[in-house]
T-cell receptor, first 110, second 115 residues
Framework: KQEVTQIPAALSVPEGENLVLNCSFT??????LQWFRQDPGKGLTSLLL???SQREQTSGRLNASLDKSSGRSTLYIAASQPGDSATYLC?????????WGAGTKLIIKP | GAGVSQTPSNKVTEKGKYVELRCDPI?????LYWYRQSLGQGPEFLIY????????DSGLPNDRFFAVRPEGSVSTLKIQRTERGDSAVYLC?????????????FGPGTRLTVL
């Protein structure tokens, strides 16, 4: 059974710092992996989708990597801003379902 | 264009009551998904529709939960004899097709509270 874990559960950093969020999964048989952002009271916004054949994807200040063999993905956020404060969730597309981690709550201090 | 919408945004009900939660997907999206998210957890898959049919309902926790999508667009999640443990945010998502490359677009969710 696929399980997804995100560490840390919460992270607080000063504005301007670069940071890395971690996601690990137990079954390497995945179609893709997605990183989402969730703001309080709002829905989920897809940030990056990495296909199983890809190693990384970039969008603006965000870079996501995927190492399928080791069951790991990282989300790198450069030059963090207060507006980046949110909960970040990773989800793996496995057996035609999205299996989710519990998320990392990120706070960027001005 | 309009995104995925869900109504109501909040629903408070009493234990044992029946509730219906509605999802309007993005126009033209054939795949529709329901998830449930408890506090501090990631979403949990409930059911997925391809067109009008439920292609995978393996995530529905028990037979009190049922969902329909009669015309292949709007979907309704129905919960009978609600229990306090059903309290959660119910999320709906849609995608252009149920492919492994398709991004799911999420609605804002319905927060269900069972007293």
């Amino acid at each position: 059974k696929q399980e997804v874990t995100q560490i840390p559960a919460a992270l607080s950093v000063p504005e301007g710092e670069n940071l890395v969020l971690n996601c690990s999964f137990t079954d390497s048989a995945i179609y893709n992996l997605q990183w989402f952002r969730q703001d309080p009271g709002k829905g989920l916004t897809s940030l990056l989708l990495i296909q199983s054949s890809q190693r990384e994807q970039t969008s603006g200040r965000l870079n996501a990597s995927l190492d399928k063999s080791s069951g790991r993905s990282t989300l790198y956020i450069a030059a963090s801003q207060p507006g980046d404060s949110a909960t970040y969730l990773c989800a793996v597309h496995s057996n035609y379902q999205l299996i989710w981690g519990a998320g990392t709550k990120l706070i960027i201090k001005p | 264009g309009a995104g995925v919408s869900q109504t109501p945004s909040n629903k408070v009900t009493e234990k044992g009551k029946y509730v219906e939660l509605r999802c309007d997907p993005i126009s033209g999206h054939t795949a529709l998904y329901w998830y449930r998210q408890s506090l501090g957890q990631g979403p949990e898959f409930l059911i997925y529709f391809q067109g009008t049919g439920a292609a995978d309902d393996s995530g529905l926790p028990n037979d009190r939960f049922f969902a329909v999508r009669p015309e292949g667009s709007v979907s309704t999640l129905k919960i009978q004899r609600t229990e306090r443990g059903d309290s959660a945010v119910y999320l709906c998502a849609s995608s252009t097709a149920h492919g492994t490359t398709d991004t799911q677009y999420f609605g804002p969710g319905t927060r269900l509270t069972v007293l």
